[in-house]
Every structure is written in structure tokens, then in C-alpha cells.
């Protein structure tokens, strides 16, 4: 098209107008896999197959990862001067913003996210990723430490080496990029193995990267599946850190795997079940509902820290459960994800949405009250659509408040006192996110140092920048992501100490 794309009519043109790159990507080039077998990669709002794309395996890892360990011994990336990997870092962010209509389509196409959810959520935070990483290059820094006369003690940060990184399906480019900036600004190379049920985006950011000047085989992808092509690269002996986001279960076994290989560093964000307290004194009980819908709701649930637990004082109860059914339905269009008028797509497969459906039907076995929502819905059957669901009547021991459903649905329990509701929002094996609504800085102070939680938003949720460290305690994980101190956390400590006498 010669304009960009505005109308459903038109992002539905655009989107099948695109060349849709299969391969594998090794050495700046689209490779078959060498078992030549494949998967369909297929849309969750239609059900159709999007393309054939190549499946890579134990043997693709070993040549992803001996072009990056290449790469590496030859210093093509971290010897480069720190301003020059920075301009190429933020010629690359420069390039993505200008295929954000290309990249933009095929996620929505891939992973089922609203078009308008790209350009308002997913591509600016990319953009903000990449960028601020890359002036995070030429700012580390070491040390001289106080030493005798006789000695000098240098301190100084240098890049692992070949990083391996494997990617979850609900923020395919976003997750990704949480990983490769830091990644790739602290001079190291990488493998991406992203998640199979949506790798396009992925592909369309590395070849970018060898656009702005990137080199050869600092950053290749390899599609697959996780128990073939990401446990392979978590025990490949030349791969120094495994940096994954994804589910508890994969988490543990990526630990064993590091420790089976070479005790390659494990960097772990690993979901979460996040509780929103709403105190009886809170400033605006609507504008805390809409947050807490959008919490919850956004990205149709597929979100790590999901507020999925709403715990909401009793005197609260009936007005926000009023409130909150007639906001959801006012808030969300569910519909074609090419649609700029749909506000909610469809889970990312049909999976996912059986998933979903089996853990609602779950929750009223157990006893909770379905008061929105809980069933598949139009637009179409072939679609992974799940409506916005809550259920009330939640009670600790449920499977709905204790385990994460990845899905539109959330619980709502009821307490009496702050000590009772702190009690219940670290009843929990998670520990990635929570909020606070309330209007008095002392009671917010209490609870924020109570609650065991890593991110911890106070008459908000969802806020932040590229300041603020993302992830969690207990078994949400043991890594942090955004911020200047996870680029360091993909490099290691040298010291060294010379002797001048």
C-alpha cells in the first residue's frame, strides 16, 4: 500500500500483502532446518494456517550457537568501539519504527493482539527498550579501588559471551527485546529461541538488526519447539547464560539442564498471580475499577502479572461488582485483531483457550459464583476467543485464586482487615506483582513493605519505566528485567591486580 494502513479493510489487505520469512536465522541468513521439518504457525482468530515455518532442532542450535561462539572469538561485536555498537543499536530501534506497520501485523496475526494495542503498547515500549540500552553502552563503568602504594586493583565488566534466550508467545517482540537490548548492548551474542506459537516478529527483528550494521552470527533465531530446540540450547555446553521467560514448570528443568551442562547462569521470570487491594479508603473507587479491569483484562489476561486476585474490602463489595461488570462491558470489543475497533483479541491458540475454558469450568466445581462472562464467544468459532470472565465467592484453597490461568478471568475475595488481606495476597507460591489502592501514605508505606512482591504499584497498576526493575520473588523468578543493572547482569566481574613494587 501506498499509504499506511488505517481501516480493518486496509490492515486486512496489508497483512496478506506481506512476505512472510520461514527459515531459521543463521549468519544473517534464512536457513531450512536440517531435519527439514516444519510447523504451522496459525492465526487464533480464524484458525487458518498463516504460513509453514521451519522447525529447528538439537543440530540447528549447535550451528546457531558455533556462528555466535564465532562471532565472539573474533570480537566482531564487543571489540567494536562502545559508540559505535550504540549507533548500531539505535539504527536498528530506528529501523523498527519504520517497519512498525509490517511488524505490527504480522504479531496481530501471530499472536492475536489487537492492531491498536501495537501501536499504543507493544512498539513504543520496543522502540523505548532498544533505545535506552543502547545509550546504556558507553555508561558502564568499573573501579580502582583503594589500594597500598605497592598495587593496583582494577575491577572491570565484561560481556559473558554466547547467550541463549528463549521467549514466551504473550509479548512476542516486547519479551524478546526485554531480552536481546540488554543482551546485545553488553557485547555479548545470542541465540533467541522464541516461543513457536508466535516466532514471525521475532525473525523480522533480527534481520532488522543485520540492516542497522549488525554483524553476522552475533544474533540468530532458531523456531522450535521448547522440548526439542530450547532444552538443547539450555544444555549446549558454549552457551554461558539461558535468559527465559515462561512458566514455572519450564523454569525448574532450564535450572536442571544449566546443571547437567556447563553451570551456565539461569535468569528466570516465571509468571505470577497478582493480587490488587482496594482499602475502603481509596480516592476514586471508578477510576480504581477501570485499572483494575485493564489489569487484568488487557492482552485478553496473557500477562505475566496479570491482577488476577482482586481482594476488595467488604464495604466495597456491591458497588464494584456492579461497577466493574458494566465497565468490562463497556471497555472491551472483542473482535478481528486487525480491526482497530477491537479492543480484545483472541488467546493465543485453541489450546490456550481450552485451557482457559477447563479452568473456569474448574472454578464453579469449587464453589465460586461466575457473575461475567466464562464461555467461548463470537466473532467467530474458529477463533481462540474467551469472553471476560470474574467470578466471586473465591476462597484461598480455589485453583482460580491459586493457580495462573493465562486468560481473561479473575477472582474477587472479600476481607475485613489490612492484616487480612496482606495475609491473602501472599498466600501464594508467586510473587511478581501486586497494588495498593488507598488514599493514606502511611497505609501505603505498610502494605508496600509487607507485600512479597517484586513490583508493587500504589493507585495504579501496570505504570512504570525504563527505571523500574520488572520481576519477581518465590517462584515468580530470580532475575530483573528493564533497567541499567540487567544489562550488567549479562556480564561478569574481572579483577585484577597488579603489582608495582
Known amino acids: 500500500m501506498s499509504t499506511s494502513p488505517t481501516t480493518h479493510a486496509e490492515w486486512t489487505t496489508f497483512a496478506a500483502s506481506l512476505k512472510i520469512e520461514t527459515g531459521l536465522f543463521i549468519d544473517a541468513q534464512f536457513v531450512a532446518a536440517k531435519a527439514g521439518e ?8 480464524n484458525g487458518e494456517v498463516i504460513a509453514v515455518m521451519a522447525k529447528g532442532g538439537a543440530a540447528d542450535i549447535d550451528a546457531a550457537v558455533a556462528s555466535c561462539l564465532a562471532a565472539w572469538q573474533d570480537g566482531r561485536w564487543h571489540q567494536q568501539a562502545p559508540r ?26 501471530d499472536m492475536g493482539k489487537p492492531i491498536s494495542d501495537m501501536f499504543n503498547i507493544d512498539l513504543p515500549e520496543v522502540l523505548k527498550t532498544i533505545r535506552y540500552f543502547a545509550e546504556c553502552i558507553d555508561k558502564v563503568e568499573g573501579a580502582v579501588t583503594s589500594t597500598d602504594a605497592s598495587a593496583m586493583h ?11 534466550a528463549i521467549t514466551p508467545w504473550n509479548y512476542p517482540m516486547l519479551m524478546a527485546v526485554w531480552k536481546l537490548a540488554p543482551i546485545l548492548a ?25 540492516a542497522a550494521g549488525g554483524p553476522p552470527g552475533v544474533f540468530n533465531v532458531v523456531n522450535g519447539l521448547g522440548a526439542e530446540a530450547g532444552k538443547a540450547l539450555a544444555l549446549h555446553p558454549d552457551v554461558q547464560k539461558i535468559s527465559f521467560t515462561g512458566s514455572t514448570a519450564v523454569g525448574k528443568l532450564l535450572m536442571g539442564y544449566a546443571g547437567q551442562s556447563n553451570m551456565k547462569r539461569v535468569a528466570l521470570e516465571t509468571g505470577g498471580k497478582s493480587p490488587q487491594i482496594f482499602l475502603p479508603d481509596l480516592y476514586d473507587l471508578d477510576a480504581a475499577i477501570d485499572r483494575a479491569i485493564g489489569g487484568i483484562y488487557d492482552n485478553a489476561g496473557q500477562v505475566c502479572n496479570a491482577g488476577s486476585r482482586l481482594l476488595v474490602h467488604r464495604s466495597l463489595h456491591d458497588r464494584f461488582v456492579e461497577r466493574f461488570v458494566a465497565r468490562t462491558d463497556a471497555l472491551y470489543r472483542m473482535g478481528d485483531p486487525l480491526d482497530p475497533a477491537t479492543t480484545m483479541g483472541p488467546l493465543v491458540s485453541q489450546v490456550q483457550k481450552q485451557n482457559v475454558l477447563k479452568r473456569i469450568q474448574r472454578a464453579q466445581e469449587q464453589g465460586a459464583q461466575l457473575v461475567l462472562g466464562g464461555n467461548a464467544t463470537p466473532p467467530n468459532a474458529a477463533g481462540a476467543y474467551v469472553a471476560p470472565t470474574l467470578f466471586t465467592h473465591a476462597t484461598q484453597k480455589m485453583a482460580i485464586v491459586q493457580e495462573e490461568t493465562f486468560g481473561p478471568v479473575t477472582s474477587l475475595q472479600v476481607f475485613d482487615t489490612e492484616a487480612e488481606a496482606i495475609a491473602m495476597a501472599n498466600d501464594s507460591i508467586y510473587g511478581l506483582a501486586a497494588s495498593v489502592w488507598t488514599a493514606d501514605l502511611k497505609t501505603a508505606h505498610r502494605v508496600v513493605g509487607a507485600l512479597q512482591a517484586g513490583v508493587i504499584w500504589v493507585n495504579c497498576f501496570g505504570d512504570g519505566d525504563m527505571t523500574q526493575p520488572f520481576g519477581g520473588y518465590k517462584q515468580s523468578g530470580n532475575s530483573r528485567d528493564k533497567y541499567k543493572d540487567s544489562m550488567l547482569s549479562y556480564m561478569q566481574t574481572k579483577s585484577a591486580w597488579f603489582n608495582l613494587a
Open 186 to 210: 553488553a557485547g555479548n551474542c545470542v541465540v533467541l529461541k522464541p516461543a513457536e506459537q508466535a516466532p514471525l516478529s521475532c525473525l523480522k527483528l533480527a534481520q532488522l538488526f543485520v
Open 84 to 109: 559505535t555498537r550504540l549507533a548500531i543499536m539505535l539504527k536498528w530501534a530506528d529501523l523498527v519504527e519504520a517497519h512498525s506497520h509490517e511488524l505490527a501485523a504480522l504479531e496481530s496475526m
Open 38 to 45: 516444519h510447523f504451522d504457525c496459525i492465526s487464533p482468530s
Open 154 to 164: 582494577l575491577i572491570t565488566h565484561e560481556p559473558l559471551g554466547v547467550v541463549g
